[in-house]
């Protein structure tokens, strides 16, 4: 953990610029994820989402968690169960259109919050695209153009809680997997860990830092700068000491935009096949937990056929 990329996104602006470029360069190639210290993104609002988040989650969700886990008699269980995720969440869309005002059960003060949070990370995650591309050597604007598709990125929050859990040992909070899009923006519980990641055959916990923002690579970073920067296998450990919060935030390529290496970054025949980012993912819902690889192959396939 003393070694987990954490990179202060300020000294992208002073004369730090190039050692933190160098920071994240080497965090896309090495690991997939980042943490972001002075992101831009204020406490006050961070505290916010978490506070609401928190309690949508004691007032709508706990129940009925609890009664969905004892309908199924996992109190039960002798063997692991390989099938299925210990955790409690819902989805927010923001683009291309929004469906926050649709989600019920949310107070107002809550829809402000994650609007307003939204916004701030669209930003930031288009700011990074930005480093990304710098460091790849793509011209400005490659990565966003790329996702660009004919109405814009898809960019939708993954809000999940993981729950106390009697028999950790049991079951996953959520399997291993990659993600299938583009860059991955977290926020995280600083006080419950159970986020970890793969790197070079170990799992590593992605440390729980206060008004943090981790930040991880997609599938489609992968095929895009043609292996140079990886998507990384990351799972969530059920925890017994305590109720663990995720904000999960994906900036994600449009339903129809092609994506392939990009050809500035070939020496040679690309390493990915080219294909529509909605193919993928019709692909991805069905073998998400399983290893991205033969992803590639299938879609690979697809094409020539």
Same mark, same amino acid.
């Given at each position: 953990?003393?070694?987990f990329p954490v990179i202060n996104l300020a000294n992208l602006n002073g004369e730090e610029?190039?050692?933190?470029?160098?920071?994240?360069?080497?965090?896309?190639?090495?690991?997939?994820?980042?943490?972001?210290?002075?992101?831009?993104?204020?406490?006050?609002?961070?505290?916010?989402?978490?506070?609401? @988040?928190? #309690?949508?989650?004691?007032?709508?969700?706990?129940?009925?968690?609890?009664?969905?886990?004892?309908?199924?008699?996992?109190?039960?269980?002798?063997?692991?169960?390989?099938?299925?995720?210990?955790?409690?969440?819902?989805?927010?869309?923001?683009?291309?259109?929004?469906?926050?005002?649709?989600?019920?059960?949310?107070?107002?003060?809550?829809?402000?919050?994650?609007?307003?949070?939204?916004?701030?990370?669209?930003?930031?995650? #288009?700011?990074?695209?930005? !480093?990304?591309? #710098?460091?790849?050597?793509? #011209?400005?604007?490659?990565?966003?153009?790329?996702?660009?598709?004919?109405?814009?990125?898809?960019?939708?929050?993954?809000?999940?809680?993981?729950?106390?859990?009697?028999?950790?040992?049991?079951?996953k909070g959520l399997r291993a997997h990659t993600d299938a899009g583009g860059i991955i923006?977290?926020?995280?519980?600083?006080?419950?860990?159970?986020?970890?990641?793969?790197?070079? =055959?170990?799992?590593? =916990? !992605?440390?729980?830092?206060?008004?943090?923002?981790?930040?991880?690579?997609?599938?489609?970073?992968?095929?895009?700068?043609?292996?140079?920067?990886?998507? !990384?296998?990351?799972r969530v450990n059920a925890r017994s000491d305590g109720t663990r919060m995720s904000v999960?935030?994906?900036?994600?390529?449009?339903? =129809?935009?092609?994506?392939?290496?990009?050809?500035?970054?070939?020496?040679?025949?690309?390493?990915?096949? @080219?294909?529509?980012?909605? =193919?993928?993912?019709?692909?991805?819902? @069905? !073998?998400?937990?399983?290893?991205?690889?033969?992803?590639?192959?299938?879609?690979?396939?697809?094409?020539?056929?």
């Amino acid at each position: 953990m003393e070694n987990f990329p954490v990179i202060n996104l300020a000294n992208l602006n002073g004369e730090e610029k190039k050692a933190t470029l160098e920071q994240i360069e080497d965090a896309c190639k090495n690991w997939g994820f980042f943490e972001l210290v002075n992101h831009g993104i204020s406490q006050e609002l961070l505290d916010r989402v978490e506070r609401l @988040t928190k #309690e949508h989650y004691r007032k709508c969700m706990e129940k009925r968690f609890n009664e969905a886990v004892r309908s199924k008699g996992l109190e039960c269980v002798q063997d692991e169960l390989k099938d299925m995720d210990w955790e409690s969440t819902f989805f927010l869309r923001h683009l291309p259109t929004s469906n926050i005002s649709e989600i019920p059960d949310l107070t107002q003060d809550y829809r402000d919050a994650m609007k307003e949070f939204a916004e701030k990370l669209e930003k930031l995650a #288009e700011e990074l695209l930005e !480093v990304l591309c #710098e460091n790849l050597g793509l #011209e400005k604007g490659y990565l966003k153009k790329a996702f660009y598709g004919s109405r814009g990125p898809n960019f939708g929050t993954k809000v999940a809680n993981y729950p106390a859990c009697p028999k950790p040992e049991m079951v996953k909070g959520l399997r291993a997997h990659t993600d299938a899009g583009g860059i991955i923006l977290l926020l995280q519980d600083d006080k419950v860990s159970g986020l970890q990641l793969l790197k070079d =055959d170990q799992w590593v =916990d !992605v440390p729980p830092m206060r008004h943090s923002i981790v930040v991880n690579l997609g599938d489609q970073i992968e095929v895009i700068s043609n292996g140079k920067y990886k998507s !990384v296998e990351h799972r969530v450990n059920a925890r017994s000491d305590g109720t663990r919060m995720s904000v999960a935030s994906f900036y994600n390529p449009g339903s =129809d935009a092609l994506i392939y290496p990009a050809p500035p970054l070939l020496e040679r025949d690309p390493l990915y096949p @080219t294909f529509v980012f909605e =193919d993928y993912m019709k692909l991805y819902a @069905t !073998v998400k937990f399983q290893p991205k690889e033969p992803r590639f192959q299938a879609i690979k396939a697809l094409n020539s056929s």
